[in-house]
């Protein structure tokens, strides 16, 4: 099973909108409607952040959003804060009670 | 809040064995629904599903580790535990447990939530 791809580094200023995309195949990703997103900060456990392409958590603002198209799947938070400057993981599941994971985007908040 | 406690070596030797536990707490850790993870992520990469366990003690396996892996639990304890054996440097990362939540069906849903603080475990040479 390979690492779902997502762009290593996004950028953008306080208040503006950014978006991490995730892409896989059909075999995961596109087959599922079971993709989440994690934010983590520097020495932090992971935090959850949307499930199931594009439900947020109860206390996840909702400046968080998450969508699906085909094999991609994307993370969009609008009106960047200072605190948003993290790294962002998508997870997908892959048939067969496996998981897969993308490689990590590291988002900046310039 | 459940909350997950893990426990082990932070240091372990080339070619032996890491054995780490997870401890459940202040929740149920039997669920139709809830199945128990083992994730890591090696120093400056992304996060790795290693495997994940049913409390029927049912196990699923990333299919790169799965010759190596062996993920048991004891729901008595609520504990899960992690084996990896022949660790090379390769494996050195920070380990996690989670708690995966998983329905298929009409009410499906998945995620990943909460996670235990994760310990960073070091193969020496």
């Known amino acids: 099973q390979s690492a779902l791809t997502q762009p290593r580094s996004v950028s953008g200023s306080p208040g503006q909108s950014v978006t991490i995309s995730c892409t896989g195949a059909?075999?995961?990703?596109?087959?599922?409607?079971?993709v989440s997103w994690y934010q983590q900060h520097p020495g932090k456990a992971p935090k959850l952040m949307i499930y199931?392409?594009?439900k947020r958590p109860s206390g996840v603002p909702d400046r968080f959003s998450g969508s699906k198209s085909g094999n991609t799947a994307s993370l969009s938070i609008s009106g960047l804060q200072a605190d948003d400057e993290a790294d962002y993981y998508c997870?997908?599941?892959?048939?067969?009670?496996?998981?897969?994971f993308g490689g990590g985007t590291k988002l900046t908040v310039l | 809040q459940l909350q997950l406690q893990l426990a082990g070596p932070g240091l372990v030797k080339s070619s032996e064995t890491l054995s780490l536990t997870c401890t459940v707490s202040?929740?149920?850790?039997?669920?139709?629904?809830?199945?128990w993870a083992w994730i890591r992520q090696a120093p400056g990469k992304g996060l790795e599903w290693i495997g994940s366990?049913?409390?029927?003690?049912?196990?699923y396996y990333n299919p790169s580790l799965k010759s190596r892996v062996t993920i048991s639990v004891d729901t008595s304890k609520k504990q899960f535990s992690l084996k990896l054996n022949s660790m090379t440097a390769a494996d050195t990362a920070v380990y996690y447990c989670?708690?995966?939540?998983?329905?298929?069906?009409?009410?499906?849903?998945?995620?990943?939530?909460?996670w235990g603080q994760g310990t960073l475990v070091t193969v020496s040479s």
């Open positions: 989670a708690r995966t939540f998983f329905v298929r069906g009409g009410m499906a849903s998945n995620w990943f939530d909460p």
């Open positions: 997870c997908s599941y892959a048939g067969s009670y496996i998981w897969v």
């Open positions: 059909s075999s995961d990703v596109g087959g599922y409607n079971f």
């Open positions: 202040r929740g149920s850790f039997i669920s139709s629904s809830f199945y």
């Open positions: 366990i049913f409390h029927s003690g049912t196990t």
């Open positions: 199931d392409v594009s």
